[in-house]
């Protein structure tokens, strides 16, 4: 079958391999399209020991096909949106049954828009963050594909302001789309903020930003961190300190969920896709690829130079 190859040369190409078969609590998904995602710029920069070559796209949307040992067949047919660990830029991919979540009240982009972005803006907002209503809530890197959902999921959960940080101007008109009441541009950030101070704050970015962050949590509130997009630089907090204001920091980490708490995962998902599919919140597909062009689909994400999510045609 065709698929994005990744080999040991750092290119994505398209080229030729064996079909999978699903093996034991598996379903095969013929993919329709595919979720262009974070993960797959850190693939290629090797921050994930995954062997060469590969198969890349973490994020598939498609029907199921076949199905392995202890998996309903009556599954065969369904559409679904795969949380993967690979193979997604390929006609035919694996998933865990588990994690082939029902996708049959949205479209096939949507589907694939979904990803993993979706379940994690879900859980960071309500699993983790635990966001009430009558909340204030500050997300960093709110334009994009976690912040443009974690919004919308934060103004569902009833939060009463919620505060988004962008990287540009341009930023700012998109991401006011996504439920935030007010956008700032990140190298306003700390500043504009002034003493105010926030129930929840979500921060994929890491270093300074982190330590700021902090410095403007609400007494009992909760920061989130969940990525190091500007540096994996280690940032050291007192839980003395954090204990004198009642504050709390948690982690989160979908990929791992996937693998030791998969039920979990999988109920967020269908939550979250139940509000996908009655509009309470929406995915916003700004780009499409044919699967030659996955090069550019992720030097773009690279580049920081999307919006929301792109996708990838592979059936
Ligand atoms: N822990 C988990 O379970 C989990 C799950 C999914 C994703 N993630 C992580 O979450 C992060 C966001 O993922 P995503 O899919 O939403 O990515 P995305 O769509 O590429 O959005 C990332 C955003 O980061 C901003 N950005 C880029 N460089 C930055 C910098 N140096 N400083 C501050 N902001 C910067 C950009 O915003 P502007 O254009 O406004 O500058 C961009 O919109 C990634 O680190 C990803 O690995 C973690």
Do not use: C
């Amino acid at each position: 079958m065709k698929a994005i190859v990744l080999d040991t040369d750092d290119q994505f190409r398209v080229g030729e391999v064996a079909e999978p078969v699903p093996g034991p609590g598996e379903v095969a998904i013929r993919v329709a399209y595919a979720g262009v995602q974070y993960g797959d710029v850190l693939v290629r920069a090797g921050h994930f020991p995954i062997p060469r070559p590969f198969v890349p796209g973490f994020e598939a949307a498609g029907q199921i096909v076949a199905v392995g040992a202890g998996v309903d067949q009556a599954r065969i047919g369904e559409q679904v949106a795969g949380l993967i660990g690979g193979g997604g830029f390929g006609e035919i991919v694996i998933a865990p049954a588990i994690l082939a979540i029902g996708a049959a009240q949205v479209d096939p982009r949507t589907a694939a828009g979904f990803g993993w972005v979706t379940p994690t803006a879900y859980d960071l907002i309500n699993t983790i963050a635990r966001v009430r209503p009558g909340d204030t809530v500050l997300i960093h890197a709110a334009a994009g594909g976690v912040g443009s959902m974690a919004g919308q999921f934060a103004a569902v959960a009833g939060a009463e302001r919620i505060v988004g940080v962008v990287g540009n101007a341009d930023q700012v008109d998109y991401a006011r789309r996504f439920g935030y009441h007010e956008v700032l541009v990140r190298e306003d950030f700390p500043d504009a903020v002034g003493d105010e101070t926030f129930d929840a704050i979500l921060d994929p970015i890491g270093g300074r930003t982190r330590l700021a962050s902090l410095a403007r949590l609400a007494a009992h509130g909760r920061i989130v961190v969940y990525g190091n997009i500007a540096t994996f630089e280690p940032v050291t907090v007192s839980t003395n300190d954090l204990l004198m204001q009642g504050q709390s920091l948690m982690t989160y980490n979908s990929n791992l969920a996937s693998q030791t708490h998969p039920k979990r995962l999988a109920d967020s998902a269908a939550r979250a896709m139940a509000l996908v599919a009655d509009g309470s919140v929406r995915i916003d597909i700004t780009a499409e690829y044919d699967l030659s062009d996955v090069e550019t689909a992720i030097a773009s994400l690279a580049g920081g130079a999307t919006r929301g999510r792109s996708i990838v045609r592979v059936g």
